[in-house]
């Protein structure tokens, strides 16, 4: 294969990498950027791919490679090493007091917001929350699975709507 080719079938990849990218950063601009580290190292790597296999595999097998080393670099600047006698990593974030007050008045709000959701839609996403997976709801309520998922995605929306207060805090 040549490089246009190769270079063409990486391109003809990036729509489908996309999600999975947006799967593993959880944000859009991070998505973009791992989509593009995992096209240069696919690219400068070229000669390591053998032609005849999956391409599609060999860039999401990239794609993941690349999240977790970028996710360790991360963990290990947050980490710093205690030059003490004990030489213990510590992690810095670990030491910090937060004033308990804004975790109880978020508390009692989410616990607010739940209670006031209709029961068709508290009941579901309460037996999700601790932990009942979707067929075992479906069974003790006696409704469709897909009733569950969609009652349970509705009162996600509806306590996103009611705690928007919280999102652009923190």
């Keep these: 294969m040549t490089t246009l080719e190769f270079s063409y079938s990486i391109n003809q990849l990036r729509s489908t990498l996309s999600p999975f990218a947006l799967k593993l950063t959880r944000d859009r601009d991070d998505a973009n950027d791992l989509i593009q580290d995992t096209m240069v190292k696919a690219f ?3 000669d390591k791919f053998t032609e005849g296999t999956n391409l599609k595999a060999w860039m999401y ?12 670099r991360m963990v290990r600047r947050a980490t710093f090493v205690d030059t003490t006698d004990n030489l213990h990593f510590i992690n810095s974030t670990d030491s910090k007091i937060e004033n308990g007050a ?6 009692d709000d989410i616990t607010a917001a739940i209670d006031g959701l209709d029961s068709v839609y508290q009941t579901p996403f ?9 067929h075992e709801i479906a069974e003790e309520l006696q409704i469709p699975i897909g009733t569950v998922k969609n009652r349970i ?18």
């Design 44 to 46: 400068t790597n070229r």
């Design 61 to 72: 097998t990239i794609m993941k490679n690349t999240f977790i080393t970028n996710y360790q």
């Design 102 to 107: 804004y975790g109880s008045f978020a508390m």
């Design 126 to 134: 309460m037996m999700h929350f601790r932990g009942f997976k979707y």
């Design 153 to 170: 995605h509705i009162a996600r929306k509806l306590l996103k709507e009611n705690l928007m207060v919280y999102r652009t805090m923190n």
